[in-house]
């Protein structure tokens, strides 16, 4: 081995880095041992994460498949799966929001614009786009047709066909007039001609998914097909069904996030919020639980407030909505979409 000499002194060019000419030190038996039990940890660790994962998975398949009346039950086992996945380290942000989200106060319309609401005056205002829209091609392609229709059609049925055209404008005006529900379904299936439709549903349904997540809802599926766009919670998380008790108002404070979240979602995207009508019905339904009773105006605040801590869970974590509206887009399970979350380094949208 070569050596540099100065002033006596003896230096090595390769010391303080492995030498590549020099065979290593032999490790002891100990060594190895301890680097083996880190490496079979590891290999467990992963394991184990991967069983939290697929009894996810299962449970809310279960719950999924159970009928109404015993869905609280198999609500049960998605809520210890979520408790499984917090115990191990693996669910970190489940249920972090829960110290982010304020208290209930009065919220302006400047506060939503500052969390990059684009038009807070249009929350809780049902939007006629799609309604419009389906009734404006209904006149113009029956016009259109009767027209065609008239011209081309020989003797009597160039009179009859055109009638009868017109008479589907007034047979869908009636039905819109009278029963509007009855032309939902045909209006949700016309609405996918505009092409945002399916990044708002995604974003929507993502939005309700990630703030229950946050706020320690147990979520156990979700939907984006059309006319059944939805994610669902389980019950379990008040320990009884909605419907059979009251609610106090930090219940409320957490499930009316929980319900306007796709609301929050959309509104900071888009200057219009498409699928707000059945959101602020279930938040109606919830405030009807209500063990203070709500007044008018607190009931408008509330919504307000609700939107506004939303979209200000939203907005810090906006990496993971983002991450979570692709998983969903892919179709992926409900423990995908969690892993999803949690992998996922928040940064502020």
């Given at each position: ?75 049960g086992p998605v809520k210890e799966a979520y408790e499984q996945l917090a115990a191990a380290g693996v669910a970190r942000k489940w249920g972090c929001g829960v110290s982010e989200a304020l208290r209930r106060r009065n919220v302006m319309l400047g506060e939503l614009r500052q969390l990059g609401i684009k038009n807070p005056d249009k929350i809780a205002v049902p939007s006629v786009r799609n309604d419009a829209a389906f009734l404006f091609s209904v006149v113009g392609s029956t016009s259109l047709l009767a027209v065609v229709a008239g011209a081309v059609l020989p003797g009597d049925w160039g009179f009859f066909v055109p009638y009868l055209l017109g ?183």
């Open positions: 081995m070569l050596s540099n000499c100065t002033k006596g002194v003896t230096t090595c060019p390769t010391q303080g880095r492995s030498n590549p000419y020099i065979a290593a030190k032999p490790e002891s038996r100990g060594v190895r041992q301890q680097r083996h039990v880190r490496m079979d940890a590891t290999i467990t660790s992963a394991a184990d994460t991967q069983k939290l994962y697929a009894e996810l998975d299962t449970a809310c398949i279960n719950l999924r498949r159970a009928p109404p009346s015993m869905r609280l039950t198999f609500s008479g589907v404008n007034l047979v869908v005006l009636a039905v819109g007039s009278t029963a509007p529900g009855l032309l939902a379904v045909a209006i949700d299936a016309f609405s996918q001609v505009f092409p945002d439709y399916k990044d708002r549903v995604l974003r929507h349904e993502a939005a309700h998914f990630l703030v229950g997540y946050l706020l320690g809802v147990p979520v156990g599926g979700y939907s984006v097909q059309l006319g059944r766009e939805h994610t669902e919670f389980a019950e379990a998380k008040l320990q009884q069904r909605i419907i059979e008790r009251t609610l106090a108002d930090e219940e409320i404070d957490s499930l009316a996030l929980v319900a306007v979240a796709g609301v929050a979602a959309e509104a900071r995207e888009y200057e219009e919020v498409m699928g707000q009508t059945a959101d602020l019905t279930d938040l109606q339904r919830l405030l009807l639980r209500s063990k203070t009773r709500l007044s008018s105006a607190a009931q408008q605040n509330l919504t307000r407030w609700a939107v506004w801590a939303a979209a200000g869970l939203l907005r810090t974590h906006g990496s993971e909505h983002a991450a979570l509206v692709q998983a969903m887009r892919s179709g992926a399970s409900v423990a995908e979409c969690v892993r999803a979350i949690e992998e996922t380094r928040g940064e502020v949208a």
